[in-house]
């Protein structure tokens, strides 16, 4: 059983930086794409950012210009390099990666990591 392992969260003061890390337990086999959620209390998880297997970046418009998502193959890592953040980044942070190993597409997500930001 594959397991994502996130870590970097935290209190941070407005304007502040902050990266996330997320690392896959073992090797993952056809990876589509992976990627950084967020949810707010009471709201659906959203799309941060993410990285495809040919290396295409996506961002949410509130993410563009102040994140920046990056992959490490080699260590089976995903980064989320966060600037400039506001209070209203605070919000729960969940890595994804989404793979195809057999015939049927795989989700498989971290356990989230909390991210406040202070004013």
């Known amino acids: 059983q594959v397991q994502l392992v996130e870590s970097g969260g935290g209190l941070v003061q407005a304007g502040g930086s902050l990266r996330l890390s997320c690392v896959a337990s073992e090797s993952i086999f056809n990876i589509i794409a992976m990627g950084w959620y967020r949810q707010f209390p009471g709201k659906q998880r959203e799309l941060v950012a993410a990285?495809?297997?040919?290396?295409?970046?996506d961002y949410a418009d509130s993410a563009k210009g102040r994140f920046t998502i990056s992959r490490d193959n080699a260590k089976n890592t995903v980064y989320l390099q966060m600037n400039s953040l506001k209070p209203e980044d605070t919000a729960v942070y969940y890595c994804?990666?989404?793979?195809?190993?057999?015939?049927?597409?795989?989700?498989?997500w971290g356990q989230g990591t909390q991210v406040t930001v202070s004013s």
């Open positions: 994804n990666t989404r793979a195809k190993p057999t015939a049927w597409i795989y989700n498989y």
């Open positions: 990285v495809t297997s040919g290396g295409s970046t």
